[in-house]
């Protein structure tokens, strides 16, 4: 498996930003996408899941009303839409893959959000 992420950056507090992780090497539309964070000195934790239909989606509270996730089957790519970005959004975002036995990291991409 194979993840190209992009999207990441620094932003202003209150600025959006839009992740995307293309996959390949395995059969996407099999798999429920999510997105993790880890920020420094803490924990990697779930931001936003997707079911593989995209018809079920799931949130951190800390991200509730403010990030979207989403997917395009057709494309093998996951987004995540994040707006109204607070300084504490500041981490490493990572795409991960999860069917049966099998779990998918992407590598990983920096968001900053700073004045």
């Known amino acids: 498996a194979q993840f190209v992420e992009s999207g990441g950056g620094l932003v202003q507090p209150g600025g959006s930003l839009r992740l995307s992780c293309a996959a390949s090497?395995?059969?996407?539309?099999?798999?429920?996408m999510s997105w993790y964070r880890q920020a420094p000195g803490k924990e990697r934790e779930l931001v936003a899941g997707?079911?593989?239909?995209?018809?079920?989606?799931t949130y951190a509270d800390s991200v509730k009303g403010r990030f979207t996730i989403s997917r395009d089957n057709a494309k093998n790519t996951v987004y995540l839409q994040m707006n109204s970005l607070k300084p504490e959004d500041t981490a490493v975002y990572y795409c991960?893959?999860?069917?049966?036995?099998?779990?998918?990291w992407g590598q990983g991409t920096q968001v900053t959000v700073s004045s």
């Open positions: 991960k893959a999860k069917w049966s036995r099998f779990d998918y």
């Open positions: 090497g395995f059969t996407f539309s099999r798999y429920y």
């Open positions: 997707i079911s593989t239909t995209g018809d079920d989606t």
